[in-house]
C-alpha cells in the first residue's frame, strides 16, 4: 500500500465534512484474519510511538508520591492520584469508573504499582487501561509530550481492532503517515504479517468508513 494511497484515503474521509460541534477524531480499524484468538499468546498489546501528535486533548493521570504530584502539576498534569486519594476512591466503584472513563493513560511510580493493581486493577484491567512506570526521577514532561503522540492497539479476543491515528484538523500527510507506523507496527507483531490482515478501514468518529488497501 502507497502513501499516496494512504493520503487519498484520508482526503476521501474528510471530503464531505459536516458541521460538528467538537473536532472528530480519525480511526483505523483493523480485521484480523487465520489469527486464533483464544490462545493468549496470539494477543497483544501496543503503544504506537506516532511521528505527529493527535492535536487533541490527551488526559494522563499520574500516580505517586508528594514530590512526584508536585512535579507531574509543574508540568501541566492535570489528573493526580496519591496513595491515599486511591484508597477514599476505591470505597465508592461508580466513583472510579467514571474516573477511569476520562484517563487515556495511567502511569505509576514502581513502588506503587502493586497498590494500584490490587485496588483498581479489577476495574483497569478490562479498560485497557493499566498504568505503566514511570522511572525513579523521571522527566515528568517528556512523558507529557511522548503519551500525545501514542496510539494504543489492543488485540484481545475480538478480532477487529480499533485505535485513533489522528484528528479532523490534522494535515492529511500527518494523519497518513501516522497511519503508516501503526499498520506497520501491527504487521510486525503479527506471524504472517500482512497475510494476517483481513482488510484496514479508516473513518472519522461520525464519517463512513473508507478501506485501505493491502
Known amino acids: 500500500m502507497s502513501e499516496q494511497a494512504i493520503v487519498d484515503a484520508v482526503k476521501q ?4 465534512p459536516k458541521q460538528r460541534k467538537f473536532i472528530e477524531s480519525i480511526d483505523l480499524a483493523v480485521a484480523l484474519r487465520d489469527v486464533d484468538l483464544k490462545d493468549p499468546s496470539k494477543r497483544f498489546r501496543l503503544e504506537v510511538l506516532l511521528p505527529h501528535a493527535l492535536n487533541k486533548t490527551m488526559n494522563l493521570c499520574i500516580i505517586g508520591d508528594a514530590d512526584v504530584i508536585n512535579r507531574a502539576k509543574e ?3 492535570k489528573y493526580t492520584l496519591t496513595e491515599d486519594e486511591i484508597d477514599l476512591m476505591i470505597r465508592n466503584p461508580k466513583e472510579v469508573k467514571s474516573y477511569i472513563k476520562k484517563i487515556d493513560y495511567f502511569l505509576a511510580i514502581p513502588q506503587l504499582m502493586a497498590v494500584v493493581g490490587k485496588s483498581m486493577g479489577r476495574f483497569l484491567g478490562p479498560a485497557g487501561k493499566m498504568p505503566s512506570v514511570l522511572p525513579p526521577n523521571a522527566n515528568i514532561e517528556d512523558f507529557v509530550f511522548r503519551y500525545s503522540r501514542i496510539a494504543r492497539v489492543r488485540v484481545r479476543q475480538n478480532p477487529v481492532v480499533h485505535c485513533r491515528v489522528g484528528t479532523f484538523n490534522m494535515e492529511d500527510e500527518h494523519i497518513a ?19 494476517n490482515i483481513k482488510h484496514y478501514h479508516i473513518k472519522t468518529t461520525m464519517g463512513s468508513s473508507v478501506k485501505l488497501g493491502v
Do not use: F, Y
Open 13 to 16: 474521509i474528510k471530503s464531505t
Open 75 to 77: 508540568a501541566g498534569v
Open 177 to 195: 503517515a501516522n497511519i503508516r507506523v501503526v499498520i506497520n507496527e501491527i504487521e510486525n507483531k503479527l506471524e504472517q504479517g500482512s497475510n
